[in-house]
């Protein structure tokens, strides 16, 4: 299974814009759906993005209209660019594979990244 890497966590402002990269091993990127999730300290692992390998996409309620989710195939990246940020966007990110073809469920992503953390103050 691909392994993915994110990077591009840090600390913003409540309003700040911040860009997530996550970076996948391997030349079967493109065969894979890719997500975003998020885990804050004693919270649910929560659905953020998902991207399919056609470039369809699908975003949690919370961050609709301000998160954005992108691929570059050639490069094996998928980013998530996060505006209009919030306290409660506070979290790790983790970036996942997926064979699915429009994966909708966390158990249908098969391999995660360690995270990165955002941190966002008011």
């Known amino acids: 299974q691909v392994q993915p890497v994110e990077s591009g966590g840090g600390l913003e402002q409540a309003g700040g814009s911040l860009r997530l990269s996550c970076a996948a091993s391997g030349r079967t990127f493109s065969n894979y759906a890719m997500g975003w999730f998020r885990q804050a300290p004693g919270k649910e692992r929560e659905f953020v993005a998902a991207i399919s390998r056609s470039g369809r996409t699908n975003y949690g309620d919370s961050v609709k209209g301000r998160f954005t989710i992108s691929r570059d195939n050639a490069k094996n990246t998928v980013n998530l660019q996060m505006n209009s940020l919030k306290p409660e966007d506070t979290a790790v990110y983790y970036c996942?594979?997926?064979?699915?073809?429009?994966?909708?469920?966390?158990?249908?992503?098969?391999?995660w990244g360690q995270g990165t953390q955002v941190t966002v103050s008011s």
């Open positions: 996942a594979t997926s064979l699915s073809l429009f994966p909708t469920s966390v158990f249908e992503f098969g391999s």
